[in-house]
């Protein structure tokens, strides 16, 4: 007889697998919580000017994966519906704004703020999924979204000042990522096609920039220059290694990975970049790492009864 047609993994190359995936997924969430860094040394650079260049950047970097693995036909597949077409406008101008907003809040020292804007974002995803895609709300998850709701609250009534950073990241990748659920198109070649729609306006307003001589490219030295030209790396590496990572993980795990972004945030911005950290922040992050925990703890529970009953129905008919 011939070799099986499929071959099955031991369990300890299963487990090696995962641990790998686990690894690479975790330093996707790493790198982007790093990146605060990168657009600090840019901070002389104006984030509209750095958002257009990350958009062109992007869009070369991902053409040329897309090249070298050969994978074109699943752009064609994703350019060949007119729907996909409007859908993919739509997340190109959120990924502008949400970019636009994370650059011009680390250069405007509100790193602090973008980590509350990171950390509620699952919870808004909880909720654009109930009102849009009919997703039941289990009591847990809307008790945490009322710790999530209060925590804003707080920053309103005793900070004086609306939010609006946070909530505008949280909101746009919030929908961001509700659309991209609806079209479903690959990581990379979604990526591809938005940076190229984006790069329609972005690329001419580049070179506008650069025939008046008031560009960032070319007029502040070879570590600028090079700075600029990486931000199309700096946002798909983190991407590629998400989605290679991703395969082998359960969504409970990827869930808690996601903390590990604005947990750097939170850190640089009062470690590092010494923004002001007041006691209404201190009960505001307090009230949203209340509704994170009880979010993660039921996401995990939900998982493993999931779990139970389907291990129950497979015993049942065997």
């Known amino acids: 007889m011939g070799q099986p047609s499929s071959v099955v993994e031991s369990p300890v190359h299963e487990a090696k697998t995962s ?19 990168y657009w600090k040394q840019l901070g002389h650079v104006s984030s509209l000017e750095l958002m ?13 994966i897309l090249t070298l693995t050969r994978r074109w036909s699943e752009v ?26 994370f650059i011009w809040a680390v250069n405007n020292n509100y790193v602090l703020e973008s980590s509350l804007g990171y950390y509620i974002n699952p919870l808004v995803n909880v909720v654009l999924g109930y ?11 809307v008790v945490a979204v009322l710790f999530a709701v209060a925590g804003v609250l707080n920053m309103v009534v005793n900070y004086g000042r609306f939010p609006w950073i946070a909530l505008v990241l949280a909101i746009t990748f ?11 198109p690959g990581p990379l070649p979604g990526l591809f096609a938005e940076t190229c729609m984006a790069s329609l306006l972005a690329g001419p307003y580049i070179l506008w920039l650069g025939s008046q001589g008031a560009g960032g490219l070319g007029n502040h030295g070879a570590y ?13 590496i983190p991407l590629l290694c998400f989605a290679f990572g991703a395969r082998r993980l359960r969504l409970v795990t990827l869930g808690v990975l996601q903390y590990t972004a604005p947990t750097c945030f939170f850190l640089l911005a009062t470690f590092v970049y010494g923004e002001p950290f007041t006691w209404v922040h201190g009960v505001t992050f307090a009230l949203i790492w209340t509704g994170i925990g009880i979010f993660t703890l039921e996401g995990v ?12 129905s497979g015993q049942d008919q065997k």
């Open 76 to 101: 064609r597949a994703v350019l060949a519906s007119r729907a996909s077409l409007l859908w993919l406008m739509l997340t190109s101008a959120l990924l502008a704004v949400n970019w636009w907003t």
């Open 174 to 184: 919030g929908f961001y990522g509700l659309v991209r659920k609806v079209i479903r």
């Open 224 to 236: 600028t220059d090079l700075l600029i030209l990486l931000t199309g790396a700096a946002t798909s």
């Open 19 to 37: 641990m790998s995936s686990l690894v690479v997924a975790f330093s996707s969430f790493l790198m982007w919580g790093l990146l605060p860094i």
């Open 301 to 312: 529970r939900h998982s493993r009864r999931n779990k139970a009953t389907a291990s129950s």
């Open 131 to 141: 009102v849009f895609l009919r997703d039941s709300l289990r009591r847990f998850q």
């Open 52 to 64: 257009c260049h990350r958009m062109v950047w992007s869009a070369l970097f991902t053409g040329v």
